[in-house]
Nanobody
Framework: EVQLVESGGGLVQPGGSLRLSCVVS????????LAWFRQVPGKERDGIAS????????YYADSVRGRFTISRDNSGNTVYLIMNNLKPEDTAMYYCAARRDNLVGVGTPAHYTYWGQGTQVTVS
């Protein structure tokens, strides 16, 4: 069974930083893409960053490029989202997602098979 478990959300002041973590288990060691999405109530879930599990390419949405950084540990079992210079408009539920091949670009929710339960980030 594939599981993704996010942590690290919370309340932060504008200009502050947070680091989100997502522990991935049960995902076969084939080419995979790991990503972060976010969603506010009443709006679509938006992709903000992605990384290939086994190699370097990273992709970002324009809204976070230069402020957020996605990375993974050497095992590829934990993916991080480092968020700097947070703004009130970054307030959302943040979700970790995975798919079983390499995706060029962040993609849409339809591109991903596996999802975590989400972690809330509030910037206020």
């Amino acid at each position: 069974e594939v599981q993704l478990v996010e942590s690290g959300g919370g309340l932060v002041q504008p200009g502050g930083s947070l680091r989100l973590s997502c522990v991935v288990s049960g995902l076969p060691a084939t080419p995979n893409t790991l990503a972060w999405f976010r969603q506010v109530p009443g709006k679509e879930r938006d992709g903000i960053a992605s990384i290939w599990r086994a190699s370097a390419p990273t992709y970002y949405a324009d809204s976070v490029r230069g402020r957020f950084t996605i990375s993974r540990d050497n095992s590829g079992n934990t993916v991080y989202l480092i968020m700097n210079n947070l703004k009130p408009e970054d307030t959302a539920m943040y979700y970790c997602a995975a798919r079983r091949d390499n995706l060029v670009g962040v993609g849409t929710p339809a591109h991903y098979t596996y999802w975590g339960q989400g972690t809330q980030v509030t910037v206020s």
